[in-house]
């Protein structure tokens, strides 16, 4: 089993819709969780990253944290075309652990 | 502020050649990391620097892949020889230390062919 669970998708949406990605996860001691966009042929770019369990908004970004189910969720509201990426989860146990990925979900919003 | 360099962004290689990749982090950046990118699926890290020092190497396939960070700043990683499915791309990241180590900055990768 692996650690980090993803679904690979594609997820396909209309514009305007809430796009809604999650991940569970295995490691109880996983204690920084991270959100990245990753568009083809580029490398990952971080969008949101949040300590423990709890909920964090950045603009039209929301992420979520529930460390008694193990499991993250990030929400993007007002999905734009431009928000067609793969996104991927990420976390680890400690600053000096080792980040973990999910395989990352590719979203399409189509116009 | 510029961002990760990575070099170069292509390679197509045949099995049993070797090959290397190059990585300037951001300037300041205390720790690289080298991740292997298989087509599908997240990214692996295969090595992590501290300055000049290794952190964690545990999934670094140590009898054909190496990897340096001379002097704290550029990297270089080297596969010799190359199989079949060290097809992927090689994506290298910096980040600050302390509590920051969290935010990493990742290049554009290099993506490796094998044939």
């Known amino acids: 089993q692996k650690e980090v669970e993803q679904d690979p998708g594609p997820l396909s949406v209309p514009e305007g819709a809430i796009v809604s990605l999650n991940c569970t996860y295995s490691n109880s001691a996983f204690q920084y969780f991270m959100w990245y966009r990753q568009y083809s042929r580029k490398g990952p770019e971080l969008l949101m990253y949040?300590?423990?369990?709890g909920n964090k908004e950045d603009g039209r970004f929301t992420a979520q944290v529930d460390k008694s189910s193990k499991y993250i969720s990030l929400f993007i509201r007002d999905s734009q075309p431009s928000d067609s990426a793969t996104y991927l989860c990420?976390?680890?146990?400690?600053?000096?652990?080792?980040?973990?990925f999910g395989a990352g979900t590719q979203v399409v919003v189509t116009p | 502020e510029a961002g990760v360099a990575q070099s170069p962004r292509y390679k197509i290689i045949e099995k049993r050649q070797s090959v290397a990749f190059w990585c300037n982090p951001i300037?300041?950046?205390?720790?690289l990391y080298w991740y292997q990118q298989i087509l599908g699926q997240g990214p692996k890290l295969l090595i992590q620097f501290q300055n000049n020092g290794v952190v964690d190497d545990s999934q670094l396939p140590k009898d054909r892949f190496s990897a340096e960070r001379l002097k704290g700043v550029d990297s270089t990683l080297k596969i010799q020889p190359a199989k079949l499915e060290d097809s992927a791309v090689y994506l290298c990241?910096?980040?600050?230390?302390?509590?920051?180590?969290?935010?990493?900055?990742f290049g554009a990768g290099t993506r490796l062919s094998v044939l």
């Open positions: 990420a976390m680890r146990t400690d600053s000096w652990g080792k980040f973990q």
């Open positions: 300037s300041g950046h205390a720790t």
């Open positions: 949040t300590y423990s369990s």
């Open positions: 990241a910096s980040s600050l230390a302390g509590a920051s180590q969290n935010i990493q900055y």
